[in-house]
C-alpha cells in the first residue's frame, strides 16, 4: 500500500501543472477509446455479472452493476461534458489590496491526492477519474470486489491514455486488493492522501468516519423524501411520485418515503396504489393510510431505512411543518422534493428542510453531476463543510492566497 500510494503522491505535481488544453485533450481521448474498447469493457462486465449471479446479488445491485454499449457511451458523453467545463484550477476567486500597500489574491488549486471509495457501479470509475483529472487532482481508486473486472478494465483504457500523451500513469489508480482490509489500511494513510471520498453502503460510511485519519468528505445514504402538499396538481403529484420511486430504484437519489397531507390523501392514495402495483412496488404505511388503502404497517425502523430497492413507505401528515419535521428527524441530508402550487407553501419547505438538495414540483432523481451539469460527481456530500450535494470539478478544489508586494516589512 505505502509504495502504491507514494507513486501516486509522486504525480500531484506533475498533474497540477498540466495546462487545460492538454487535459481536455487526454480526456476527449478517453472517452474516445471508451467507446473504441466498448466490446472489451463489456466482456470483463460480463465475468463481474456471472459472479454476481453466482452470489445471488439483488436485482438492484445488479442494475448498478451492468454496463451495455448504451451505458459506455453515457460514459463517453459524460468525459467530453467534463472537458468541456470551465478551467477550474488558478481562477482568481477573490482580490484586494489593503492599505499597506500588498495586493492579496484568492486562487483556486487542486486538493492533491483523492481517493474514492466506492461499490457496485463501475462507470464511477470513468467519471471520477475524469472529474480529478480536470481539477489537477491524482485519483486512488477504491472499487468494490463485485466490479472487480470491469473497474480493471477501464482504469486500463484510461492509463494507456495517459501513457499516449507521456503523463505519469500513477495519476489514475486503481487499488488492486478488493477487501475490506484495504480499506482499513488506506485510510489512514494521511501522509500520501489529502482527501477520502466514500460512497457506498451505511457500514462502509460509518467505518470510514469512525476510523481514518485521512479527512473526509461522505457519499452518505440517500434517504429521500417526497411531500404532496393539500395544494398540489394531483396529476403532477402522481406523476412525480411515482417516476421518484420507480424509475430506478436502486439509486441513492430514489425517494424512500411519500408523505401526503391529510386533505389530498382520499383523493391521491387510491391512484398512487393503482400506480405502485403495476410497477411492482412494496408499499409501507402508516395507520390512517391504511384506511384508504390495503398495504402492509410501517415501524419506526422503516422511516429509517435506505431500501435502494423498490419498497416505499408512506405517511399521512396534517399539514407542511408536520412533513419538515418528519423529514428533518428522518433524512440523511440527501434530497427533498414539496409538490404544490402554492408559493408560500414551497418556499417554507425549501427554506426549512435541511438537506442538500430541496425540490419544488421535480423528481428527487434529477440530483446527479450530470442533471446538474457537471457532467458527472464524484459523490453526493451530505456534509455541510467544503462540499454539499453533487460534487463537481470545482468541488475538488481548494485555495491558496498569492500576496504581491513591493518591499513592504511588519
Not at 484586494?96 to 492579496?104: A, E, S
Not at 424509475?247 to 390523501?265: F, S
Amino acid at each position: 500500500m505505502i509504495e502504491f500510494l507514494k507513486k501516486a503522491k509522486k504525480a500531484k505535481k506533475e498533474i497540477a501543472m498540466l495546462t487545460t488544453e492538454v487535459k481536455n485533450n487526454i480526456l476527449f481521448e478517453m472517452a474516445d477509446a471508451l467507446i473504441e474498447e466498448c466490446n472489451y469493457i463489456i466482456e470483463n462486465n460480463e465475468k463481474d455479472m456471472s459472479e454476481a449471479i453466482l452470489s445471488n446479488l439483488s436485482k438492484d445491485i445488479k442494475d448498478r452493476l451492468l454496463l451495455t454499449g448504451e451505458r459506455i457511451v453515457d460514459m463517453s458523453n459524460a468525459l467530453k461534458e467534463i472537458a468541456a467545463l470551465k478551467e477550474p484550477i488558478n481562477r482568481v476567486l477573490d482580490g484586494w489590496t489593503v492599505q499597506n500597500g500588498l495586493n492579496i489574491q484568492k486562487v483556486s488549486i487542486p486538493i492533491g491526492v483523492i481517493a474514492i471509495i466506492y461499490e457496485s457501479r463501475p462507470n464511477v470509475t470513468s467519471d471520477v477519474a475524469a472529474l480529478c483529472l480536470k481539477s489537477g487532482n491524482v485519483c486512488i481508486l477504491k472499487g468494490g470486489k463485485e466490479a472487480k473486472h470491469s473497474n480493471q478494465a477501464i482504469t486500463k483504457i484510461l492509463r494507456n491514455v495517459l501513457e499516449k500523451n507521456n503523463v505519469s500513469k500513477e495519476v489514475i489508480s486503481l487499488i488492486p486488493n478488493n477487501d475490506r482490509e484495504a480499506v482499513a489500511s488506506l485510510i489512514i494513510q494521511d501522509k500520501y492522501l489529502d482527501l477520502i471520498i466514500p460512497r457506498g453502503g451505511e457500514e462502509l460510511i460509518k467505518f470510514v468516519n469512525k476510523n481514518a485519519s485521512v479527512p473526509v468528505i461522505k457519499h452518505d445514504k440517500g434517504l429521500c423524501h417526497m411531500y404532496l402538499d393539500k395544494d398540489a396538481n394531483h396529476n403532477k403529484a402522481i406523476t412525480i411520485a411515482i417516476n421518484a420511486k420507480c424509475q430506478r430504484p436502486g439509486v441513492c437519489n430514489a425517494m424512500e418515503t411519500l408523505l401526503i397531507h391529510k386533505d389530498v390523501a382520499a383523493y391521491l392514495l387510491p391512484p398512487l396504489h393503482e400506480k405502485f402495483i403495476k410497477e411492482k412496488t412494496q408499499i409501507k404505511a402508516c395507520t390512517e393510510t391504511r384506511t384508504y388503502i390495503d398495504v402492509q404497517s410501517a415501524t419506526l425502523e422503516d422511516y429509517h431505512t435506505e431500501y435502494l430497492a423498490n419498497i416505499v413507505n408512506i405517511k399521512v401528515v396534517e399539514n407542511v411543518d408536520e412533513a419538515i419535521e418528519h423529514i428533518n428527524i428522518y433524512s440523511s441530508g440527501h434530497s427533498e422534493s414539496i409538490i404544490s402550487e402554492n408559493y408560500s407553501t414551497i418556499n417554507k419547505f425549501l427554506d426549512e428542510v435541511d438537506s442538500a438538495c430541496v425540490y419544488a414540483n421535480a423528481s428527487t432523481r434529477f440530483t446527479d453531476g450530470n442533471a446538474f451539469g457537471f457532467g458527472a460527481e464524484v459523490g453526493i456530500s451530505t456534509n455541510k463543510l467544503h462540499a454539499r450535494g453533487p460534487m463537481g470539478v470545482n468541488d475538488l478544489t481548494t485555495f491558496k492566497y498569492k500576496i504581491y508586494g513591493n518591499g513592504q516589512i511588519k
